[in-house]
């Protein structure tokens, strides 16, 4: 199993441009996250999706659009690159077996990072 | 609403020197807590979790034991090594929050040797 996958790794945009960045996992689970690192904030969630079908917002959604494609795709679109999106971006997935699981371990991909000039 | 505070980093240690990462939490009802680990240039992985108030989660000689009396959920390792250098989060998990993440904000340790 690849785990959960992210493409590309690196990316370097100006100001203006879009981007769509990739994630796929191949653990059957229900729920994926997208989230952004930035040093001394820890993580922050953009966008989840808590079952194929629905997407739902995080902590800083403004500049972001998500597109559940299918149960393994999540995909993270930024349509109009500002600098203030430069940040690592993390993919994520969870079972997300519902409200009687105990536990919601989430497993991560190894990364986008990106710059925005 | 839930919050992670963890002690602010970054803690530098001499290799076999005693580790301790303090978390505690606010949260509703009955979270589960997880320890969280990012070496150098890499994603997130899970290091340990615990379910339970007592619950104690361990794995590559570090345990954290689930406190509810006093909402904590400290990170410790009897003698570090120069590969355990990476970054360490706390981070919860409420059915309250639609059982989402809800994350401490790192702590980084380095250990020379």
């Known amino acids: 199993n690849a785990g959960v996958t992210q493409t590309p790794k690196f990316q370097v945009l100006k100001t203006g441009q879009s981007m769509t960045l990739q994630c796929a996992q191949d653990m059957n689970h229900n729920s994926m996250y997208w989230y952004r690192q930035d040093p001394g904030m820890g993580l922050r969630l953009i966008y989840y999706s808590a079952s194929e079908g629905t997407t739902d917002k995080g902590e800083v959604p403004n500049g972001y659009n998500v597109s559940r494609l299918n149960k393994r795709e999540f995909s993270l679109r930024l349509e109009s690159a500002a600098p203030s999106q430069t940040s690592v971006y993390f993919c994520?997935?969870?079972?997300?077996?519902?409200?009687?699981?105990?536990?919601?371990?989430?497993?991560f991909g190894p990364g986008t990072r990106l710059t925005v000039l | 609403g839930d919050s992670v505070t963890q002690m602010e980093g970054p803690v530098t240690l001499s290799e076999e020197a005693f580790l301790t990462i303090n978390c505690t939490y606010t949260?509703?009802?009955?979270?589960?807590l997880f320890w969280y680990v990012q070496y150098p240039g890499e994603g997130l992985q899970l290091l340990l979790k615990a379910t339970k108030a007592d619950d104690k989660g361990s794995n590559k000689g570090f345990e954290a034991t689930y406190r509810k009396e006093t909402t904590s959920f400290h990170l410790e390792k009897g003698s570090v090594q120069v590969s355990d250098s990476a970054v360490y989060f706390c981070a919860l998990s409420n059915a309250g929050n639609n059982r989402k993440l809800i994350w401490g904000l790192g702590t980084s340790l380095a250990v020379n040797p």
């Open positions: 994520a997935s969870s079972e997300g077996q519902g409200i009687y699981r105990a536990d919601n371990e989430q497993f």
């Open positions: 949260a509703t009802g009955y979270p589960s």
